[in-house]
């Protein structure tokens, strides 16, 4: 099976809801990991730091983004799990 276009859908919606604009150009180079699940009807859940970039403000912005959605549309028909797994990273913004 193939889902891409799901993995798309939330690369999508997460880039939708990430606002760069507080960020310190400082900043960039650094690597945030949030993890969170997607339960059947595509709600995100357990919404957490994996890793920390070691820029609060870069952390709290993709934290926040991810927890600003309230669905991700249902998960694909042909996945039987009851949610999956998702370890998603944001890069600050390169500055010139």
Same mark, same amino acid.
């Given at each position: ?33 949030? *993890? !969170?699940?997607?339960?059947? /009807? =595509? ?11 070691? &820029? #609060?403000? @870069? ?11 309230? *669905? !991700?549309?249902?998960?694909? /028909? =042909? ?11 944001? &890069? #600050?913004? @390169?500055?010139?």
């Amino acid at each position: 099976m193939h889902w891409a276009y799901y993995v798309r859908q939330i690369t999508n919606k997460v880039a939708q809801q990430w606002y760069t604009g507080m960020l310190d150009p400082r900043a960039s180079g650094h690597r945030v990991y949030i *993890t !969170f699940q997607v339960e059947r /009807d =595509g709600s995100p859940t357990d919404i957490r730091i994996a890793q920390p970039s070691g &820029d #609060a403000t @870069l952390d709290q912005t993709a934290l926040s983004a991810v927890q600003h959605i309230d *669905t !991700f549309g249902p998960l694909p /028909d =042909g996945y039987t799990g009851s949610h999956i797994n998702v370890t998603y990273y944001f &890069d #600050a913004p @390169l500055h010139p």
